[in-house]
């Protein structure tokens, strides 16, 4: 596709409930990122792919949070046992490549009831 | 504390007027990006700086790189309502993961 797609758009999940997020990054590109922004906030930094290997995933808040990227395409943020502290935008990225231009997704606004 | 301190976070003014924001940190950076985001949109980069004391200019929009190339400023001459959104600026650091700041809220009102 022309640019990342991000599905779903929005998000209302009962407190306790698991819920996936997916993120189609644009065609070739290797890098794939997940970031949360919490509302009025700057995004942060959850996990980073390159191809299939997640090379870092320093920035998960809980075991509750888990990626992957099998194919080294298509990438799925899974949350279990939402809390409300969840609540927020989830971003995603691609980039070709160190030091390459990474281009964002429109997110998904996320609110745990 | 965050790593990149931006102020001011919230910025209202009038159409046609100047505006500075600014990007702080104690740390010393390789590069500084900019970025817009509008609302139900993802950040999208406005401008990377990579040299101590650069000034890049896009449009109305001026980006410089403090020389110690630990801070970073933005100027925006005769603000337009289209230009109304949430301003961060992020470093990127050798895995390529950007760390961003708080951002500063800009509402440019016609």
């Known amino acids: 596709g022309a640019g990342v797609s991000q599905s779903p758009r929005y998000k209302v999940a009962k407190r306790g409930q698991d819920v996936a997020l997916r993120c189609d990054p644009i065609s070739g590109h290797v890098s794939l990122f997940w970031y949360q922004q919490a509302l009025g906030q700057g995004p942060e930094f959850l996990t980073y792919f390159q191809n299939e290997a997640q090379l870092d995933k320093s920035g998960l808040p809980s075991d509750r949070f888990f990626a992957e990227r099998p194919e080294g395409s298509v990438s799925t943020l899974k949350i279990q046992r939402t809390q409300q502290e969840d609540s927020a935008v989830y971003l995603c990225a691609s980039s070709g490549g160190l030091g390459t231009e990474a281009f964002f997704g429109q997110g998904t606004r996320l609110t745990v009831v | 504390t965050q790593l990149l301190e931006q102020s001011p976070q919230f910025l209202s003014i009038q159409e046609g007027e100047n505006l500075t924001v600014y990007c702080n940190s104690s740390?010393?950076?390789?590069?500084l990006q900019w970025y817009r985001q509008e609302p139900g949109e993802g950040p999208v980069l406005l401008v990377t700086?990579?040299?101590?004391?650069e000034v890049k200019k896009l449009k109305r929009l001026t980006f410089q790189f403090g020389d110690a190339r630990k801070d970073s400023s933005l100027h925006i001459t005769a603000a337009q309502p289209g230009d109304t959104g949430l301003y961060l600026c992020?470093?990127?650091?050798?895995?390529?993961?950007?760390?961003f700041g708080g951002g500063t809220r800009l509402m440019v009102k016609p």
């Open positions: 992020a470093a990127l650091n050798a895995g390529n993961m950007l760390t």
């Open positions: 740390s010393v950076f390789s590069s």
């Open positions: 700086v990579v040299t101590g004391g």
